[in-house]
């Protein structure tokens, strides 16, 4: 255990980047607001003017995706090949983006029915796992994107003239 601890101490202190994880973290919650916006008018145009259960799907949806799409951008960012600066990376993608949201557009409060906090809860912790697994495959796309590709070498007889 105190390999692995020592291991995420190790990767945290040698690829770290706080303008990577507010680059993912503001990339996120642009995602987050775009798609709470496309619920909501989708909510307002089926014509009861009563956004219920099928918003609090969709929040949790939009936020998992919003997320996802954070984490992925920091680890992308990041500029690391190590898919462990990822998951970390997700992981404070994520605590920045959910403190970002409940600041910015508020929490849900006592006088909200039952099922609309659990939905909360649930959003928060399902993009939790969200921002780990965009943290990694932004890691691992970062790690593509700076392959070299293949050059191309000028042949002789390709010449003109």
């Known amino acids: 255990?105190?390999?692995?601890?020592?291991e995420v101490a190790s990767s945290a202190a040698r690829a770290w980047s706080w303008s990577a994880v507010l680059k993912g973290s503001f990339a996120g919650?642009?995602?987050y607001v775009v798609l709470r916006?496309?619920?909501a008018a989708f909510g307002a145009s089926t014509g009861d003017g009563v956004l219920a259960e099928g918003f609090a799907v969709w929040t949790v949806a939009a936020q998992v995706a919003a997320i996802f799409v954070g984490g992925m951008v920091t680890g992308f960012v990041l500029g690391s090949f190590r898919p462990l600066d990822g998951a970390l990376a997700g992981t404070f993608t994520w605590a920045v983006a959910i403190v970002?949201?409940?600041a910015l557009l508020g929490s849900p409060g006592l006088q909200v029915a039952e099922p609309a906090l659990w939905g909360a809860f649930a959003g928060a912790v399902l993009s939790l796992s969200a921002g780990i697994a965009g943290g990694i495959l932004g890691v691992q796309r970062s790690r593509t994107a700076m392959?070299?590709?293949p050059t191309?070498?000028?042949?002789s007889s390709d010449r003109f003239g």
């Open 152 to 155: 191309s070498i000028p042949n």
């Open 29 to 31: 919650l642009a995602v």
């Open 1 to 6: 255990m105190a390999r692995v601890l020592d």
């Open 37 to 39: 916006y496309l619920g």
């Open 147 to 149: 392959r070299p590709g």
């Open 100 to 102: 970002l949201m409940t």
